[in-house]
């Protein structure tokens, strides 16, 4: 037994070495500080996970949490990406690995990210889309965080902005629910800037509210906020408040100085309240554009100077190169792409949703099917037990009346001329014998095994067998065998307690001619023969209303106690 112990205690503390007591795996001390700091300072965050090298974490869970970080980490610092590599291998060790959920939907998340970068907004769709699918109910950042990726890949295509605007209202959602100041002003900002053209107003208090959070968590972030809400204002017609926050912008935020955007509403707003020579001074300090959508901001405001100027071959010029490129940037809108990719997504979600509901159903069916078979079965057991106990019983009881029949053939040859009392005996046990052996033998030709269509109707019919039923006969003799034994108990019993039924009679008769209880308890198809000891004093006690035990009784009417 000790050793038995030792070997289970042994076992145990195994397992919990294996498993690490039930918690998740331990990684690298480095990288765990590097995920620290990824939020707030991503580019220390950065430069603690290339200080890692490969060689040196030969555990592969180290290696993929390593790949996560570098890559999350890059992107955090706009390195834009040329490879899939790192985030591939991430992505595949914990596909596999069950216990790591955030990190897995850090992983989709990423792969995604990697993927826009990449030049392929509908991969990166379906990437997103697994990461919602797979981060936990209370993963409030992540979840907010796929919404805010989705949203800004909506952004960037046509007609789109409904997609993009719900997914940031829920991603503000999810921000809010842990106190993410940081990625509630950008959802904010991105918010505003799409209700640009839907709705002005919404578009104003959104933008306001980012403003505000920046002045008291970051000032540095308004600036970007303020360049969008100087456009809102332009086509507001509110050229004052476009022309304030563009200056604003233009003298306060270096960070933002090379775009734009901003230069654009403020150049437009001059010309449009008059000032052409302050238009001219901003259109100096327009930096070189670096991407499509500054150049087309560019000539878009040179052609509107030029109109002003009444410079008409310069106005067609930039006019056309402006539009050159707007229609350019409407040809690599991958809008259909993307919308096709998430609707795909969706259907193949909803088909796997359903099939996981069939198969539930189908495994639920069966579970009940085999719990009712169970206790079906068990019911067959537990009637065929019962009747295995009821023959064994009857065949016990069969042998007392044998010993009981012999007792009184003895007693008969032993007297020259057999009394009437032994001879009515004599015939009620006999008979009693061969109903109880008529039984016995009905019951060998009992099917042992019940079908499971008909456990109920087979017990009945058992229950039908195991009945004793004793003719008129039978009592005739029995009492006439008590009366003469008792000197007329029996007949004064029945004429002086009329409270006593017929089955109290007959029971009082068996009582009296000192049958055992188990053979009593078969004459009057009673549940046990306990049943029969209680009777004893129920009736004398209660039914009869006498004071005493049913053995009492008897002892005092055969002494003349009561009168005959």
């Given at each position: 037994?000790k050793h038995?112990?030792?070997?289970?205690?042994?076992?145990?503390?195994?397992?919990?070495?294996?498993?690490?007591?039930?918690?998740?795996?331990r990684?690298d001390?480095?990288?765990?500080?590097a995920d620290?700091?990824?939020?707030?300072?991503?580019d220390?965050?950065?430069?603690?996970?290339?200080?890692?090298?490969?060689?040196?974490?030969?555990?592969?869970?180290?290696?993929?949490?390593r790949d996560?970080?570098?890559?999350?980490?890059?992107?955090?610092?706009?390195?834009?990406?040329?490879?899939?590599?790192?985030?591939?291998?991430?992505?595949?060790?914990?596909?596999?690995?069950?216990?790591?959920?955030?990190?897995?939907?850090?992983a989709?998340?990423y792969?995604?990210a990697?993927?826009?970068?990449?030049?392929?907004?509908?991969?990166?769709?379906?990437?997103?889309?697994?990461?919602e699918?797979?981060a936990?109910p209370?993963?409030?950042?992540?979840?907010?965080?796929?919404k805010?990726?989705?949203?800004?890949?909506?952004?960037?295509?046509?007609?789109?902005?409904?997609?993009?605007?719900?997914?940031?209202?829920?991603?503000?959602?999810?921000?809010?629910?842990?106190?993410d100041?940081?990625?509630?002003?950008s959802?904010?900002?991105?918010l505003?800037?799409?209700?640009?053209?839907?709705?002005?107003?919404?578009?104003?208090?959104?933008?306001?509210?980012a403003?505000?959070?920046?002045?008291?968590?970051?000032?540095?972030?308004?600036?970007?906020?303020?360049?969008?809400?100087?456009g809102?204002y332009?086509?507001?017609?509110?050229?004052?408040n476009?022309?304030?926050?563009?200056?604003?912008?233009?003298?306060?935020?270096?960070?933002?100085?090379?775009?734009?955007?901003?230069?654009?509403?403020a150049?437009?707003?001059?010309?449009?309240?008059?000032?052409?020579?302050?238009?001219?001074q901003v259109?100096?300090?327009?930096?070189?554009?670096?991407?499509k959508?500054?150049?087309?901001?560019?000539?878009?405001?040179?052609?509107?100077?030029?109109?002003?100027?009444?410079?008409?071959?310069?106005?067609?010029?930039n006019n056309?190169?402006?539009?050159?490129?707007?229609e350019?940037?409407?040809?690599e809108?991958?809008?259909?792409?993307?919308?096709?990719?998430?609707?795909?997504?969706?259907?193949?979600?909803?088909?796997?949703?359903?099939?996981?509901?069939?198969n539930?159903?189908?495994?639920?069916f069966?579970?009940?099917f085999?719990i009712?078979?169970?206790?079906?079965?068990?019911i067959s057991?537990?009637?065929?037990?019962?009747?295995?106990?009821?023959?064994?019983?009857?065949?016990?009881?069969?042998?007392?009346?044998?010993?009981a029949?012999?007792?009184?053939?003895?007693?008969?040859?032993?007297?020259?001329t057999?009394s009437t009392?032994?001879?009515?005996?004599?015939?009620?046990?006999?008979?009693?014998?061969?109903?109880?052996?008529?039984r016995?033998?009905?019951?060998?030709?009992v099917?042992?095994?019940?079908p499971?269509?008909?456990?109920?109707?087979?017990?009945?019919?058992r229950?039908?067998?195991?009945?004793?039923?004793?003719?008129?006969?039978?009592?005739?003799?029995?009492?006439?065998?008590?009366?003469?034994e008792?000197?007329?108990?029996?007949?004064?019993v029945?004429?002086?307690?009329?409270n006593?039924?017929?089955?109290?009679l007959?029971?009082f008769?068996?009582?009296?001619?000192?049958?055992?209880?188990?053979?009593?308890?078969?004459?009057?198809?009673?549940?046990?023969?306990?049943?029969?000891?209680?009777?004893?004093?129920?009736?004398?006690?209660?039914?009869?209303?006498?004071?005493?035990?049913f053995?009492?009784?008897?002892?005092?009417?055969?002494?003349?106690?009561?009168?005959?």
């Amino acid at each position: 037994m000790k050793h038995l112990l030792a070997v289970i205690v042994a076992v145990v503390g195994l397992v919990a070495v294996v498993t690490g007591c039930g918690g998740s795996p331990r990684y690298d001390a480095r990288l765990v500080a590097a995920d620290s700091l990824m939020h707030d300072v991503p580019d220390s965050a950065l430069a603690l996970v290339q200080a890692v090298d490969t060689a040196s974490v030969p555990h592969e869970g180290d290696r993929a949490y390593r790949d996560l970080l570098l890559t999350q980490a890059r992107y955090r610092c706009y390195i834009t990406a040329t490879t899939d590599s790192a985030i591939n291998r991430a992505l595949t060790y914990y596909r596999q690995h069950d216990g790591e959920r955030e990190k897995l939907t850090r992983a989709y998340i990423y792969k995604g990210a990697v993927m826009e970068e990449l030049g392929h907004p509908d991969s990166a769709m379906l990437y997103y889309k697994h990461a919602e699918a797979t981060a936990a109910p209370d993963d409030y950042f992540n979840l907010g965080y796929c919404k805010l990726r989705i949203a800004e890949l909506y952004q960037d295509q046509i007609s789109q902005d409904s997609s993009a605007i719900k997914r940031l209202k829920d991603a503000i959602y999810y921000f809010s629910s842990i106190s993410d100041t940081l990625h509630i002003i950008s959802a904010l900002g991105k918010l505003g800037s799409i209700c640009g053209t839907i709705n002005p107003d919404s578009s104003i208090i959104y933008l306001t509210q980012a403003i505000q959070l920046s002045l008291s968590y970051n000032p540095s972030l308004q600036y970007s906020h303020k360049s969008t809400l100087a456009g809102i204002y332009y086509y507001q017609k509110d050229y004052k408040n476009a022309i304030k926050l563009s200056m604003d912008v233009l003298n306060n935020g270096q960070d933002y100085s090379n775009e734009t955007q901003f230069y654009y509403y403020a150049i437009l707003s001059y010309l449009k309240l008059g000032h052409l020579d302050s238009a001219k001074q901003v259109m100096k300090l327009v930096p070189d554009p670096i991407d499509k959508v500054d150049s087309m901001n560019y000539y878009n405001a040179l052609a509107e100077i030029a109109n002003v100027e009444d410079n008409h071959i310069m106005y067609k010029e930039n006019n056309e190169l402006a539009h050159e490129i707007t229609e350019s940037l409407l040809s690599e809108s991958k809008k259909g792409k993307i919308t096709v990719a998430e609707k795909e997504y969706d259907k193949i979600q909803d088909k796997t949703e359903f099939e996981s509901k069939k198969n539930n159903g189908i495994k639920l069916f069966i579970s009940i099917f085999l719990i009712l078979l169970l206790i079906i079965i068990f019911i067959s057991y537990y009637a065929n037990c019962k009747l295995r106990n009821r023959i064994n019983e009857n065949s016990m009881i069969k042998h007392e009346l044998e010993n009981a029949l012999a007792d009184l053939k003895e007693q008969a040859n032993r007297n020259k001329t057999v009394s009437t009392l032994v001879a009515h005996r004599i015939t009620a046990l006999n008979y009693l014998y061969q109903d109880i052996r008529v039984r016995i033998n009905d019951e060998s030709k009992v099917k042992k095994v019940v079908p499971l269509s008909s456990v109920i109707k087979s017990m009945n019919e058992r229950n039908e067998i195991l009945n004793i039923k004793l003719d008129e006969k039978f009592w005739i003799d029995m009492k006439l065998s008590v009366d003469g034994e008792y000197n007329g108990i029996y007949s004064f019993v029945e004429s002086n307690y009329p409270n006593l039924s017929e089955k109290d009679l007959e029971l009082f008769c068996l009582l009296c001619a000192n049958l055992s209880p188990q053979i009593i308890k078969l004459c009057m198809n009673l549940s046990s023969a306990k049943t029969v000891t209680n009777y004893r004093s129920i009736i004398i006690k209660k039914k009869m209303g006498l004071d005493m035990s049913f053995d009492n009784f008897v002892q005092k009417y055969l002494d003349g106690d009561f009168s005959k």
